[in-house]
């Protein structure tokens, strides 16, 4: 009876830490470059990082979970932006850890942030809890695009 209650959190929680692993991979790949790059300010230790995006995507999973077990009609949409934003989050460390393009990477997570937004909205509309459970990873992404932006100037 529990598990059949905590399903649609196991599973979303797992989907979104699915994505994390993947951008993980990308990550990982890219380390021995990122170690080199000079890097701005504020700039938090390497070791920050893999305990930070976890936390996040459990909380976008925890999220996207309440999103699915309500009966709102909006539903189907912001699920959709959910995962359009979760594959844009993905393929911003191809872009910046994989290929370096630390320009593009930084447009790349405008329209990120941009998609987290309407997620925020979207989820609030629905069940003010789930958007709210989406500020951290807003906040994190907004001083993401600090990082990522100084690093393209200091490194050109």
């Known amino acids: 009876m529990i598990f059949k209650k905590l399903r649609p959190y196991i599973i979303s929680i797992l989907i979104a830490l699915a994505v994390g692993v993947l951008s993980g991979i990308a990550t990982n790949s890219g380390m021995p470059i990122y170690e080199r790059l000079i890097k701005p300010p504020l700039t938090p230790p390497s070791a920050v990082f893999p305990i930070v995006w976890p936390i996040l995507y459990i909380l976008m999973g925890i999220g996207a979970a309440i999103i699915w077990e309500s009966t709102d009609k909006k539903c189907g949409t912001a ?3 959910y995962a359009f934003q979760l594959v844009f989050n993905a393929i911003w460390s191809v872009l910046f850890f994989g290929f370096e393009a630390y320009l593009l990477s930084f ?7 941009l998609l987290i937004i309407m997620m925020i909205i979207s989820f609030y509309r629905i069940r003010p809890i789930a958007g709210l459970l989406q500020i951290p990873y807003l906040l994190w992404v907004t001083f993401a695009g600090y990082l990522n932006f100084m690093i393209w100037q200091l490194n050109r």
């Open 79 to 81: 699920l959709s932006i």
């Open 107 to 113: 447009i790349w997570l405008i329209l990120l942030w």
